[in-house]
């Protein structure tokens, strides 16, 4: 549900997570140090914690959306997760007990309630039903869905969950008024934050670490998260220069001008002490065809992981006509009519200009071409027409841009009213 790389990355958390469990907050320190430090392999772990490992799985402590067997392959190709995963595991079995202190009873070595899940029936889909409903609850005083995705309101890729927490969420999934999408965001927040109070359900976000790691909450406290935002602000825009080169349209089209320069933008900003940037960026191809779907992510200096993103041109526009109606408007007025340009010109370009005969080349070379030729007639495009209206919006903000600013990072990074509470480990 958030920005790991695979199906198969998340539920090495949860497996891993559960080895920690197994071991205790007592041993877990000196147990995987070797492996964390490179001493020992991956293999050398799976030989040390084969029964572990296989009876995560027999006993159902642990439940994935990928099989034993395919994340263990998937782990020993990837070091990096590996680590990461022995990392995030040691630290959250060690400092559990500071999300809440009824979490302490994890800490004991092999805790028998406690479910790793990812990507399961009893929690995860549980969850997902209830989201629905009470986004859709949302959409019937505005018309439209508050969330564009699970992932605004909750970024969890794993979760701790007890028996009683599965119950819990079971029965309000149940219950008539849900099953009619009258399910509210505030009844919907305080049963998970009510779970997690009690220390039987844990939401966890995850991002690949180095060998360094802490916990973060998120929405647990509204006036935690109010402060942050207030501290968030717009700090101009990361100088670019615009996509250059020329082409022929229609049924002679050919780049007659060799193209060059950029096509991103990167919205600069600051949330308490944290600086980063927002990127946009268009993703123009999938399948060998154009493609609407744009990327606004948000990045951290010195952060191995992404801090969130947004996906999609409506979405975004959605979010900054919260704050500044007209400008978001004329944003997608622009992107909508210069789309329209790039799509015909991606098609003249595959159908006549070779790019057809380059995506399905086996050749990778070709391949490659054919992404930038396609990103270039990106650049020229639409990218070219919106980057400097995102430019001149926001190269010298005021109390205006600040506000759109915060919307757009609250939003991201899941901490809107209606977000969930949930615990991220990241570097």
Known sequence: MAIVSTPEAEGAQALFCYIADVLGASKVEKEFEPYIAGRKSFTDFTKAYSKTIDEAYSANRVDTQKSKDII????????????????????????????????????????????????????????????????????????????????????????????????????????????????????????????????????LSLKKVGTKVFLQKVNFSRKEEEKLLADTFAMGVKKWQPMNGKYKKGKDFEFTQAYSGGRDIRLLIKSGKKEGNIQIRHTPASGGKPIKGVKVVLAYKGASALGGQVVGIPQFTKIISTVDKDFAQKLSSTWDRNYKVFEKDANDYIRFGGGDKLYKSNDKKDKNKFNEDMGAISGLTVMNAIRPMLDEY??????????????????????????SPFVIAKD
């Not at 010298?396 to 899941?414: D, T």
């Open 394 to 419: 926001f190269k010298k903000p005021g109390k205006l841009q600040h506000n759109v600013m915060r919307a757009i990072f609250a939003y991201v990074s899941s901490r809107t009213p209606l977000s």
């Open 72 to 203: 263990l392959k998937y782990l020993n190709n990837n070091k990096k997760w590996f680590i990461s995963s022995l990392v995030i595991a040691q630290k959250v079995i060690k400092e559990i007990s500071t999300i809440d202190k009824d979490f302490l009873k994890i800490k004991t070595p092999g805790w028998q309630n406690i479910i790793y899940k990812h990507g399961d029936k009893d929690i995860m889909d549980t969850i997902s039903k209830l989201f629905s409903s009470a986004n859709k609850q949302s959409a019937k005083s505005g018309g439209v869905k508050y969330f564009g995705d699970i992932n605004k309101w909750s970024p969890a890729d794993i979760y701790f969950g007890s028996k009683k927490s599965i119950k819990v969420l079971k029965d309000l999934l149940a219950e008539p008024e849900t099953k009619k999408d009258n399910l509210t965001f505030a009844e919907l927040n305080e049963t998970v934050g009510d779970l997690i109070d009690a220390g039987e359900l844990l939401p």
